[in-house]
Structures are given as C-alpha cells and as structure tokens.
C-alpha cells in the first residue's frame, strides 16, 4: 500500500523512511504545500498535516508532530520546537536558557504524534515519548534538530547510530505502536499492508 508522506523535515523524512519500510509501506513523498500547524497539542498538529496532504494527494498520507519538552522551560519549546528561536539557534538557545541549572534539573523529554489519514477520513494515530535531560553542550554529529544536546545516560541521540536511535526515541516508540494499529484498522477493513 501506498502512504504519502507529509514532512518538510528532511530529518525526519529520512526517519520515516527507515521505520515504515520495514512494515511493508511504501513511503512516497511528494511536492506538498505545508498548512498551518495551529493546532493545540502535537496530536492535533499531526492530523492538520496528515489531513492536508490526504486531500491534495489523494493517499493516504502519514505525518508526525515532534518535538522537545523541557521541564526547567515548563515544557517549551513543545509544539513550538520548530519555531522556538532562528533557523541554527535553537539548540544554543535551549542551552542558553539553561545555564548554570543543575543536572537534576535538565530533565527532558521528547513527543512524536504520528497521524495517518485516509481518503475515506479514517485516521490512525499513535504517540511516543522518550525521557532524558539536556546536556551541557552539544555533542554528536548524528541525527537532526536538538538530538545533540538530549543525553540518556550521558549519551547524546547526536552520538547514537540511526538503529540506536529509532531503539529508543519518541518517533521509534510511536511508530511501533502506530505499525500496531494500522494493522487491527487494515484486517478490520479487510486489507493488507
Ligand atoms: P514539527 O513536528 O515539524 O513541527 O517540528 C518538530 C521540531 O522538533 C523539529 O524541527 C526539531 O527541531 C524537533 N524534533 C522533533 N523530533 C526530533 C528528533 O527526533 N530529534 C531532534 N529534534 C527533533
């Protein structure tokens, strides 16, 4: 079955990639404009995308809202993680705002809403969170957006191969459990991947 897939991240798209090959999808991309992401929760963001691009394409179209929640920001940048400082300042800006903040208090954690919507309006949705805290600098040349500055265990995601990463970040848990429920919604609907 054919998904489109609604991301402008290029971080992520190669991310999408490599967690829904595996299920048997076959992601596709296409010139898709991007709607606004006002939505009130990454749940709510991931259908607006998802929506969008099911409409403009026709397909089914799969999307995630992501981001970083940082407890000593009381939760910022969240939805906002994309749009927190300038384009090459987020990560400096998030360090920034935490110096001199103890290590007890750099607990952080990321969110990915995975959405699929289908032509019929059928959607399939899915969350995954991960825990850690946010480092002292920025480490790893790996990955993508603030991967570089959360640490689990003093490892950074900046520092982790790709199977490492999608082992234990938000967009791997949410995705696994994503794969889940789009199969129960398939062999309800008498469908296969
Ligand atoms: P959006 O979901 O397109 O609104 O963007 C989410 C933003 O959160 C990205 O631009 C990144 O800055 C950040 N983000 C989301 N997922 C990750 C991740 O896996 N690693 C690092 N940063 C992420």
Redesign the pocket.
């Known amino acids: 079955m054919k998904f489109v897939i609604a ?1 402008h ?1 290029k971080g ?1 798209l190669v ?1 999408f990639q490599r967690l829904l090959e595996p299920m048997g999808i076959e992601a596709v991309t296409m010139d898709i404009s991007e709607p606004e ?1 006002d939505g009130a929760s990454f749940a709510e ?1 991931a259908y607006i995308k998802a929506a969008a691009a099911c409409k403009e394409t026709g397909l089914p179209a799969v999307a ?5 929640c940082v407890d000593y920001l009381d939760g910022a940048p969240g939805i906002y ?2 749009r927190f400082a300038q384009p090459g300042k ?1 990560r400096l800006t998030v360090l920034e705002k935490l110096q001199g903040v103890p290590l007890e208090q750099r607990g952080a954690h ?1 969110v ?1 809403a995975v959405c699929c919507v289908f032509p019929n309006g059928d959607r399939v949705e899915a969350e995954g969170k991960c825990f850690g805290s946010i480092g002292f600098e920025s480490r790893g040349e790996n ?5 570089s500055i ?1 640490e689990q265990d003093g490892v950074t ?1 900046g520092e982790l191969t790709a199977a490492e990463k999608d082992a234990r ?3 791997g848990h949410a995705f696994a459990a994503f794969e889940k429920k789009l199969r129960d919604y398939l062999e309800r609907k008498g469908a296969e991947l």
């Not at 995630?64 to 970083?68: A, E, H, I, T, Y």
């Not at 990955?143 to 991967?147: S, T």
């Open positions: 991301t991240n992520k991310e992401e963001n995630d809202d992501s981001g970083l993680s994309a987020r990321f990915s990955g993508f957006g603030y991967d959360f995601f970040s938000h967009r």
